[in-house]
């Protein structure tokens, strides 16, 4: 409470800068007005000096002193009004809006809206490992946005998205190189979300994400000479759907965007997800595995062995590893269950055919934080592409006795990837991730796939995959948390039957908190075992960036 001229102005934080800038508004004129009085008093006063009698000049004079005195203070709080008015208007420009608490009437204006990137479920309901305070993985945790203008006021409209960048290192044996890319891990991008409230517990609204991904980091090779083309980036739509959201019964979202059993290999609370993560192929999926010494391959017509010199270009990274990431996004309609007890069931029908199901949980326990994820997916009816090349990247071109599986290009620039999606099989996915408070974490992902289709060769697939993480994450820096991690992960069967594909990775990120900016670095060794044409050298890829958020 501060006490102006007898008046007392009470500061709370339930009163608001601009209801106090209006009430100190009001005092100043109730104080100008009465220094106007006060002066016409003074007035009075001075005639009066020459009706009374001589006796009575003493007290009139006494009298003059005590309003001019009144008037010299009045004037005094008047300024002191004014500035503090001047104060609270620099304090309106600096101040950021919070959310007020409970839920927002539905003729509310100048609604906070609170985002919730990736699946986005509106503001009534929350995936269970965001209700628990821990975030999707790979996606920054639900903060406050003030609404953007919008041609229509019943809808609120925020904008948020991230730019994320790398310096990209690799080494396959025989060449080296250093690319510029876009992290696909968590690609440039950039969400437009859209949401009313019809009801005091039910939310309608848009959601509308896209991304702009220069050199997308999967899909460079290391022997090109030129980034890919400015022409040829073109903006790609992530999620462009509608969602209602209710409390008691859960989310509906009709268009494109996240299937059910999207994210839920991802489950990651080791803070170095940014840096890497179980998509191996997201770092250096275009990258070639190169032969040690000449081999035979399958490259002939009725599959005919060709000779395949020391030095050609094997397979890419992203023909032997995938994420198993279930039937990822597609147009699709989902529903979601409200969360009971931290747990909630996704299911969602794909257009085409194919449908999937996930059990999501996030729960704290004691010292523990732990969210964990279980999918099963159907995409048979989805017709599986035959490989090209089976597979290879490319064989250098003219090798005499030989045949060029890359076609002229003895130097491809952009690698050959196979169908690696679910496409014509059965699919199930899962993951879990365990944060002590010490820092320590643990995580765990794998799948397995039962497909319709055989090898290149004609040899029946088990594709399966199999993804450890160990973490420690500590505050080190007053600036922002440090998160260390190494991991495994052990590939089979993705392209051709007897493939196993093995990564050893260490990775290291450092949030600046004030900029909202991650700091990432990460060093991957690769490994290729194949039954048929010859041994590969192992491939090293290295990256720095940065991803920051808006």
């Given at each position: 409470m501060r006490i102006f001229g007898g008046l007392a102005v009470?500061?709370?934080?339930?009163?608001?800068?601009a209801a106090r800038t209006r009430e100190i508004r009001r005092t100043i004129a109730q104080r100008a007005r009465k220094a106007a009085?006060?002066?016409?008093?003074?007035?009075?006063?001075?005639?009066?000096?020459?009706?009374?009698?001589?006796?009575?000049?003493?007290?009139?004079?006494?009298?003059?002193?005590?309003l001019t005195a009144r008037l010299d203070q009045d004037r005094a709080q008047i300024d002191g009004l004014k500035r503090q008015v001047d104060e609270l208007q620099k304090q309106l420009g600096?101040?950021?809006?919070?959310?007020?608490?409970?839920?927002?009437?539905?003729?509310a204006r100048n609604v906070v809206v609170i985002q919730q990137p990736g699946n986005l479920p509106g503001r009534s309901v929350g995936p269970p490992n965001t209700q628990s305070g821990i975030e999707t993985p790979g996606g920054p945790p639900p903060e406050p946005a003030a609404p953007i203008s919008s041609a229509r006021d019943k809808i609120k409209v925020s904008l948020s998205g991230q730019v994320d960048r790398a310096l990209l290192y690799g080494n396959d044996g025989r060449s080296n190189a250093i690319r510029n890319v876009d992290n696909i891990i968590s690609s440039t991008r950039f969400r437009l979300v859209g949401e009313g409230r019809v009801a005091p517990d039910t939310t309608l609204g848009t959601n509308l994400e896209m991304e702009l991904r220069p050199n997308l980091s999967n899909q460079q090779t290391i022997t090109q000479n030129l980034p890919q083309a400015a022409g040829n980036v073109f903006p790609t739509?992530?999620?462009?759907?509608?969602?209602?959201?209710?409390?008691?019964?859960g989310d509906v979202r009709l268009g494109f965007g996240s299937t059910a059993s999207y994210l839920t290999n991802e489950f990651d609370l080791s803070g170095s997800f940014i840096g890497h993560y179980v998509g191996i192929a997201e770092q250096d999926g275009g990258f070639a595995f190169r032969q040690r010494h000449a081999a035979l391959v399958p490259g002939g017509a009725g599959r005919k062995l060709v000779l395949s010199p020391a030095g050609a270009f094997g397979p890419a990274v992203g023909s032997v590893f995938n994420n198993f990431g279930g039937l990822g996004r597609d147009d699709r309609i989902r529903y979601d269950t409200p969360v009971w007890e931290g747990l909630q069931v996704s299911t969602s029908y794909v257009d085409g055919g194919s449908y999937d199901a996930a059990l999501r949980m996030g729960r704290t326990i004691g010292e523990f934080?732990?969210?964990?994820?279980?999918?099963?997916?159907?995409?048979?009816?989805?017709?599986?592409?035959?490989?090209?090349?089976?597979?290879y990247a490319g064989v250098p071109a003219g090798f005499i006795g030989g045949a060029s599986l890359g076609g002229v290009n003895a130097?491809?620039?952009?690698?050959n990837l196979p169908d690696v999606t679910p496409n014509g099989s059965r699919h199930f996915d899962g993951s879990f991730s365990v944060l002590h408070d010490s820092g320590v974490s643990f995580t765990m992902s794998g799948g397995v796939r039962d497909p319709r289709y055989l090898d290149p060769l004609g040899k029946k697939l088990s594709p399966n995959l199999l993804y450890t993480k160990l973490g420690?994450?500590?505050?080190?820096?007053?600036?922002?948390?440090?998160?260390?991690?190494v991991d495994f992960a052990k590939q089979d069967e993705v392209t051709f039957a007897g493939d196993t594909a093995r990564s050893y990775a260490v990775a290291l990120v450092q949030n600046?908190?004030?900029?909202?900016?991650?700091?990432?670095?990460?060093?991957?060794?690769?490994?290729?075992?194949?039954?048929?044409?010859?041994?590969?050298?192992?491939?090293?890829?290295?990256?720095?960036?940065?991803?920051?958020?808006?």
């Open positions: 009470i500061e709370t934080g339930k009163r608001t800068s009085r006060l002066a016409v008093r003074s007035g009075v006063a001075a005639s009066l000096l020459w009706a009374f009698p001589a006796q009575a000049a003493e007290n009139v004079t006494t009298l003059l002193r005590q600096q101040s950021a809006m919070t959310p007020a608490p409970g839920v927002p009437a539905p003729d739509v992530r999620q462009a759907e509608l969602f209602v959201a209710g409390l008691g019964w934080r732990v969210i964990a994820a279980v999918a099963g997916a159907d995409a048979t009816h989805r017709n599986h592409t035959p490989v090209a090349n089976l597979g130097n491809p620039s952009g690698p420690y994450q500590h505050d080190f820096f007053p600036f922002g948390r440090t998160a260390v991690s600046i908190d004030a900029a909202s900016t991650e700091l990432f670095a990460s060093a991957a060794y690769q490994t290729l075992n194949r039954n048929l044409g010859g041994s590969f050298h192992p491939i090293l890829a290295a990256w720095t960036g940065a991803r920051v958020r808006f």
